[in-house]
């Protein structure tokens, strides 16, 4: 053979591995097993037991282990090896994470497990180390691991195989609303928050007594979320109703406070309780920064003085500060107030993820307890058969002893003897083969015979039980009923819900404000600045090179500017907040999100109950109630559909003159404007080429009037010739009209 001849190819080779598929279909099918792989095995809950795998396998790790309450605690790193080694092959890090969360009581509303050492804590700091840190069960867990050696649930294999693992656990609580859960999986998520296991509970009594209740009627006992860290829920019931409907919504959630007088006029407020998932350092370094930047006007100071419970002390800036004000105010600026997002997104039964309301939710775990109920039943059913069975060949040696006796003394095969002469099982045969001589006594005769009539009774309930779908019910309830009893104190609600009270926090704000005459200076580059007092000669402006000033607006310190850009969006700043003169500004664009290309329109100062004639180049408009512009968002707030060619303060003016490219006039009454919050408008004028050049509105008394480009102003008294209906095409311009074919020079 060639040297440079391949070898031929063997059955199994390189070759035979080698698959033949276009690589979309490829990509599409293994990313759809790993989206599936994600969903079920990591990222959802099962609405049974409220848990995820790790946290399954975590818990009955422990249990095989015999952590339980009243045993001492085992090392962190015992434990997750255990997890690691028999159940979970996917790193010891997300195992301890899972570990250290469930012992969190200010992450879990009921802790599964029982932690000793550093934890972490609300601050935000991380756990120690798995080798310094010990844990073991709490009651809560034994509850939700209640029956499992009863055949209560199915097991499966482990990764390995050489082992079992339950796929879900009794559950004696409705832990998945209990403790909440969060989750991320591919185009899916879960958000739900913690609940009080007493108030779930009465609901499922109530589902149980009344099937068709409606979720109105179980909000009579869950009010609604109850979280670890307490805090006070102000979301509307109506809300509310509609989030436990759906599965889908949220919960305004604030921080608890209380009002410290300190004498002499002077108070300082006391946060007890913080929203939950917030982090009480990341909460005080925010509200420092707020204090620093100045936009929190109304807060003084803040200062932590939490030992084991949260205290964080804020000074208000003046005492004539109301404190309901100034709370207010700081719910709107910082993580004091907080929205938590409700995504009810859990596995079925059958492992299929879906949304549940809360009813739905509810349903599922009382049918998850009834066939605990069910299994556990059978199971004992069968423990007591077999154990009728042995009794039963023991009442027949005891009835017949003296041939037992001599059957067992003198026959070479006792067993196959007694078998035959008294109609008895191996099994039957087996015990009275092992049976002591002591235990031939009377005494015991007596107690197998109590034995067995016990036995039959508690068979004959048991087999009534499993015939009867009301007494199987009747038992879910009542074991409902001793779990609650024996969560004891864990079942006072930490949330309270109530109202939030209708305070004006932005007066309040603009009242702490000094009031001070200045002029907003804004270039043609966007470098913006507030100059003290009053501008008389804009010719002494100093600008960056090759800048120059376009807008020039007097203004106060309490006054909002409106900044109306080319792309159809007003922003709104506070006069307060503006750079000073000193220098050249700051860009615009830094407080603002407005791209380079977009320019703008126009500039001027809100005033109350002021309507504005917003035009575009296409030659539609609408008035607009210059409320309906103010925006403190960096985004600000999309208003006109099309491009800016026009925006005209309306005033006391009755009539609306408009120019196109094609030099034609029309003019029309303003009543014949519609007043809009945001749009395109309607056609002003008409146009076969070109578009809107100019618009403007004066009253029919005072005649309306241009500028050229030289400063000479003109009042056209017979403007009437030019007077149509809105939409028309208009007349040309007289003679003598700005060149500009504006009303204004430009």
């Known amino acids: ?11 199994g080779g390189p070759s035979d591995r080698i698959i033949d598929e276009p690589l979309s279909e490829a990509l599409s099918r293994r990313y759809l097993a790993y989206a599936l792989s994600v969903i079920t095995d990591r990222a959802l809950p099962d609405v049974r037991d409220g848990l995820k795998p790790v946290q399954r396998r975590v818990l009955y790790a422990m249990r095989e282990m015999r952590l339980n309450p009243d045993a001492a605690a085992r090392k962190c790193a015992k434990v997750v090896g255990e997890v690691m080694g028999g159940y979970h092959p996917h790193g010891d890090q997300s195992i301890y994470d899972t570990l250290v969360r469930m012992a969190q009581a200010f992450a879990q509303r009921y802790p599964l497990v029982d932690g000793q050492g550093n934890f972490g804590n609300i601050d935000g700091d991380n756990a120690a180390a798995m080798r310094y840190t010990e844990a073991k069960l709490t009651v809560a867990a034994t509850l939700l691991l209640d029956g499992i050696d009863e055949d209560a649930v199915d097991f499966r294999p482990t990764y390995d195989g050489s082992d079992t693992e339950p796929v879900v656990l009794p559950s004696g609580f409705p832990n998945l609303l209990a403790n909440g859960a969060t989750g991320i999986a591919v185009g ?16 499922c009594l109530l589902l149980l007594d009344q099937p068709d209740a409606s979720t109105e009627a179980l909000m009579a006992h869950v009010q609604g979320p109850d979280f670890p860290t307490g805090g006070v829920i102000v979301e509307p019931a109506a809300s509310l109703l509609e989030t436990y409907q759906t599965g889908r919504g949220g919960v305004r959630l604030r921080a608890r406070w209380t009002k410290e007088d300190l004498g002499k006029g002077t108070y300082q407020i006391v ?20 204090i620093d930047a100045k936009k929190a006007p109304l807060l003084g100071d803040v200062r932590d003085e939490s030992a084991e419970d949260v205290r964080l002390v804020l000074e208000p800036k003046s005492r004539n500060v109301e404190a309901e004000v100034l709370m207010e105010s700081l719910f ?10 409700v995504n009810l997104n859990v596995l079925d039964a059958r492992g299929t993820p879906g949304v549940m309301g809360l009813k739905t939710a509810l349903v599922a775990f009382l049918d998850h307890r009834r066939d605990v109920l069910v299994r556990r039943a059978r199971h004992r059913l069968a423990k007591i058969e077999a154990r ?20 067992v003394r003198y026959e070479e095969e006792p067993k196959a003897r007694l078998i035959e002469t008294f109609a008895l099982t191996d099994l039957q045969a087996d015990a009275i083969l092992n049976t002591r001589l002591r235990q031939l006594a009377r005494l015991e005769e007596m107690e197998i015979r109590r034995e067995h009539a016990e036995l039959s009774e508690e068979r004959d309930g048991i087999v009534g039980m499993l015939a009867s779908d009301k007494a199987q019910w009747k038992l879910v309830a009542t074991g409902l009923r001793d779990v609650k009893a024996s969560l004891g104190d864990l079942n006072r609600r930490r949330s309270t819900l109530a109202e939030a009270p209708q305070v004006d926090a932005e007066a309040a704000i603009e009242a702490m404000i000094v009031r001070e005459p200045i002029t907003v200076i804004l270039s043609e580059r966007g470098w913006i600045r507030a100059a003290k007092g009053r501008v008389e000669d804009p010719s002494e402006l100093k600008f960056k090179e090759g800048d120059k000033l376009q807008f020039l607006v007097p203004a106060e310190t309490t ?22 003169a000193r220098g050249h500004g700051e860009p615009l664009r830094l ?10 329109v126009d500039v001027f100062i809100h005033r109350a109950g002021a309507k504005r004639v917003l035009a575009s180049r296409e030659g539609y408009g609408f008035i607009l109630p210059e409320e309906e512009a103010i925006a403190f968002r960096r985004a600000g707030k999309q208003v006109l559909n099309g491009k800016p060619q026009a925006c005209i303060a309306l005033g006391e003016a009755d009539h609306l003159a408009v120019i196109g490219d094609n030099g034609k006039l029309l003019v029309f009454p303003v009543a014949e404007l519609p007043e809009m919050p945001r749009g395109k408008g309607v056609k002003l004028q008409s146009y076969r080429e070109g578009g809107l050049k100019d618009a403007a509105a004066f009253k029919a008394e005072e005649g309306m009037t241009t500028v050229d480009n030289s400063g000479r102003t003109r009042v056209w008294a017979e403007w009437r010739e030019w007077l149509g209906r809105r939409a028309g095409a208009g007349k040309l311009a007289p003679k003598g009209w700005p060149a500009s074919k504006r009303f204004r020079g430009r």
């Open 388 to 407: 009728l069975h042995i009794l039963d060949g023991l009442m027949v040696a005891y009835l017949n002893l003296d041939e037992v006796i001599r059957i």
């Open 332 to 341: 709107k600026l910082s993580d004091l107030e907080t929205r938590f997002s």
């Open 271 to 290: 946060v007890t309780e913080i929203p939950y998932q917030v982090k009480k350092a990341d909460l005080i370094e925010q509200l420092a920064e707020l």
């Open 1 to 11: 053979m060639a040297l440079d001849t391949p070898p031929p190819e063997t059955p």
């Open 188 to 203: 899916m998520a879960t958000s739900i928050p913690p609940h009080n296991a007493g108030e779930l509970i009465d609901a």
């Open 559 to 580: 006054d909002k500017l409106l900044i109306f850009a080319s792309d159809g969006r007003f922003f709104t700043l506070g006069c307060d907040k503006l750079p000073g």
């Open 591 to 600: 407080m603002i999100d407005l791209d380079d290309k977009v320019g703008l």
